[in-house]
């Protein structure tokens, strides 16, 4: 009887991070409880303690099924079922969700680092007050305990409309969903909605002092800081 070689037709099987096992265990929880849309799960510190991991932990897995479309993670309520899904499906996804992630920030860093030096050269008066109006925006959701997703995505927005530059602006409109990804994945992390409202100041307060170099080195500093993503790693 011949030995199958070393080096045959199997590879290696990756070990499953622990948000993953967290998020297999959460759909096994929805499936058995027949939970459909609108239903909410229970409070996060219940269910940290049920699975006996850290809250930090378990917010990854919340996040992980948040960008995957499943929950709905709404502050003051909770997470709100928005499908009941099969798992098989949605651990698929989850994998080449994180596969792409780091293209997406790499895709960031080249289109935005741009943005910001063009914003700092051709901003006018009223480019800057949309910049202010998005960043006291975000600074109201999380004063008030919120991701500030909203605020961050309008924070974009104004210093991209701020470049005048109508094709990186195509450009940043095909890759937005894309960016929600890294976007929801990024606020999820702990502090994080605090940091990134204060690297945004930074960004702003050298788009006004008109320093492309300035605007430049802030935004990729930010994008640095929002990749540091936990499900990158």
């Known amino acids: 009887m011949r030995e199958s070689s070393a080096s045959g037709p199997f590879t290696r099987v990756p070990r499953p991070r622990l948000y993953e096992q967290l998020v297999e265990q959460l759909l096994g929880y929805i499936e058995a ?86 914003a700092a050269a051709r901003r006018t008066d009223a480019d800057m007050d949309a910049i202010d109006a998005a960043i006291e925006a975000m600074a109201a959701e999380v004063s008030s305990g919120d991701k500030g997703a909203h605020g961050d995505e309008l924070f974009h927005q104004a210093v991209t409309a701020a470049a005048h530059s109508s094709v990186l602006e195509q450009l940043m409109a095909f890759i937005a969903e894309m960016v929600l990804e890294t976007r929801l994945e990024s606020l999820g992390q702990p502090n994080r909605p ?37 499900l990158l790693k």
Do not use: F, W
């Open 33 to 118: 409880r027949q939970l459909g849309p609108g239903d909410v799960l229970p409070a996060e510190r219940e269910l940290a303690e049920q699975l006996g991991v850290s809250r930090a932990t378990l917010a990854q897995a919340l996040v992980a099924l948040e960008v995957l479309g499943v929950i709905d993670v709404q502050h003051g309520t909770g997470a709100v079922l928005v499908y009941r899904p099969s798992i098989a499906p949605v651990i698929k996804g989850l994998r080449e969700h994180s596969n792409r992630l780091p293209d997406i920030v790499e895709a960031r860093s080249t289109l935005e680092v741009k943005l910001a030096t063009l």
């Open 194 to 230: 605090e940091q990134s409202l204060a690297s945004h100041r930074t960004i702003a307060e050298a788009i006004r002092a008109q320093d492309p170099q300035q605007a430049a080195d802030a935004m990729q500093s930010h994008i640095e800081l929002v990749s540091d993503v936990a």
